[in-house]
């Protein structure tokens, strides 16, 4: 099995599948495969879906995330692997994260290289606003 690490980035959440790391990563496509196939093509419905995630849908999750990272772990395929299943369920809400408000910033930053910096008062003070200190 091969390694998709070497393009890690943050947002991307690894797990261990057969004893191989496999990334997963929430890229447009996999929402949109996701979105259509848990949520029937409704942002609104997925949502409420994922709030009562069952085992299946997991597995449809990491198929969907899997192919975001680079590599499709088909649904039947990790049905039948050896995955921790809290490793998984913490790897699919860690790559879920990035969408979340309260994501660390520098994850929704990768995201969004348009953010504007942190003034003064930000948790993160090596981080200073345009003109602070003037």
């Known amino acids: 099995?091969?390694?998709?690490?070497?393009?890690?980035r943050?947002?991307?959440?690894?797990?261990?599948v057969n004893g191989a790391?496999?990334?997963?990563?929430?890229?447009l496509?996999?929402?949109?495969?996701?979105?259509e196939?848990?949520?029937?093509?409704?942002?609104?419905?997925l949502a409420r879906r994922l709030e009562k995630t069952g085992v299946g849908d997991l597995l449809i999750l990491i198929e969907a995330l899997s192919a975001g990272g680079g590599r499709r772990l088909s649904a039947t395929d990790l049905a039948s692997a050896d995955?921790?299943?809290a490793a998984a369920a913490a790897a699919v809400a860690k790559a879920f994260a990035a969408l979340a408000p309260e994501a660390p910033r520098a994850v929704r930053r990768d995201a969004s290289h348009h953010e504007a910096p942190q003034d003064e008062g930000s948790p993160h003070p090596e981080v200073k606003?345009?003109?602070a200190g003037r």
């Open 21 to 27: 790391h496999v990334t997963l990563r929430l890229t």
């Open 83 to 85: 995955i921790d299943l």
């Open 1 to 8: 099995m091969t390694s998709f690490m070497s393009g890690f």
């Open 37 to 45: 196939r848990l949520g029937g093509g409704d942002l609104g419905a």
């Open 129 to 131: 606003a345009e003109g």
């Open 29 to 35: 496509g996999a929402l949109a495969e996701i979105e």
């Open 10 to 16: 943050p947002g991307d959440a690894a797990l261990c």
